[in-house]
């Protein structure tokens, strides 16, 4: 592996944790942000170098570029940072990934492809929690049923929030949910649909949630027809049904921005102790138009935990120029085994493709 890799964000929640580790691997990080005392603090602790900068001026980005073979977005929320790092990155032919999971940032991420081709750089999106597990989960069973025309992923137990994410979440109010239909993304309400699984922990209520693979996993395995679901109790699933009408009064700027400082002022983020007693279910299912389905299902640890792992290491296979050029998914980019590679990721196959008469 050679190159300089930049961190943008370095010192949120996961962008202080994989910094952490970036320098720990030896990858010695350039760490970046708007906030120069925060930038400087979390560069010393480190031993690191650093750069200050916001992403108004695509001059000064392109500057703050220079010598960067690769910059890692951890820097939420993604609908104001990924454009203009990505825009910055294709200008100066700097290789590029983030932690985003929101689907309309991934689709944006994914019609830069030509762009990127065209400048020889790689476009690497989702590289944490979201998407990595679900992504692999789903081309993995795509490969068992290569006609799938559906796939449905369930996911269980995503513990405590950063105030990134979180603010994520408020961002995407106005748009509450997403489905994949025929190849096309479509807009659907909050918690459109309600379903039962089967997870390791029982049986549990999940609803539709516009999880990233309704994105990225179109691009992995070509499925034209896209679910995922979040496991909630149903007094929480009523309530988001009830509710509906409200998100979009919450998405509103003001009451965005309200709630935003909110959360930065009262929000920390999981603890190291959280972190190491938690861990996720997924649950996987593809079905091809004859009825034939293919079922598996995988257990991950803490998401900021794995998020951590599966970023950095996303990005020293960028920086050996393991990832191509032009927009991939971690799938396509590292291969459908890549989750299973960090400690506590374990996947299995429910059962051979079979067909099931409906």
């Not at 100066?92 to 983030?98: A, E, I, P, V």
Request: proline fraction near 6%.
């Amino acid at each position: 592996m050679s190159g300089d890799l930049l961190v943008y964000g370095s010192y949120g929640y996961a962008g202080a944790l994989i910094s952490d580790r970036a320098a720990a691997e030896g990858l010695d990080p350039i760490l970046a942000g708007r906030n120069a005392e925060r930038v400087e603090a979390a560069a010393t602790e480190r031993g690191c170098d650093h750069r200050v900068f916001t992403l108004e001026h695509p001059t000064v980005v392109d500057a703050m570029l220079a010598g960067v073979d690769a910059v890692l977005n951890c820097a939420g929320p993604f609908e104001d940072t990924a454009e203009p790092l990505i825009e910055a990155c294709i200008r100066t032919g700097t290789d590029y990934l983030d932690i985003a999971g929101n689907v309309d940032v991934l689709e944006a991420t994914a019609a830069r492809d030509a762009e990127a081709t065209r400048e020889s750089v790689a476009l690497v999106p989702g590289v944490g929690f979201d998407v990595v597990p679900t992504d692999c989960l789903a081309a993995a069973l795509h490969g068992r049923l290569p006609e799938a025309t559906e796939l449905t992923l369930a996911i269980d137990g995503m513990g405590t929030f950063s105030p990134g994410t979180l603010k994520s979440v408020l961002r995407g109010l106005d748009r509450p949910g997403a489905v994949r239909q025929d190849g096309h993304i479509e807009t659907v309400p909050l918690a459109w649909k309600r379903r039962t699984f089967e997870f390791p922990s029982g049986e549990k209520t999940a609803v539709t949630v516009p999880w990233g693979d309704v994105s990225t996993a179109y691009y992995s395995t070509g499925i034209p027809n896209i679910e995922v679901y979040a496991g909630v109790p149903d007094r929480a699933a009523d309530v988001m049904e009830r509710t509906r009408p409200l998100a979009r009064v919450l998405a509103a700027g003001p009451v965005r921005r309200v709630a935003e400082g909110a959360v930065e002022r009262v929000v920390s983020g999981p603890t190291a102790r959280e972190r190491a007693e938690s861990e996720t279910h997924i649950w996987g299912e593809v079905r091809a138009a004859d009825g034939t389905v293919a079922r598996a299902r995988m257990r991950t640890p803490d998401t900021y935990d794995l998020t951590t792992a599966t970023a950095v290491t996303a990005a020293e296979r960028v920086l050996a120029g393991e990832a191509g050029q032009g927009f991939q998914t971690p799938a396509s980019a590292f291969g459908p085994e890549f989750a299973e590679e960090f400690q506590g990721v374990t996947a299995e196959f429910l059962t051979a493709p079979e067909r099931v008469v409906q």
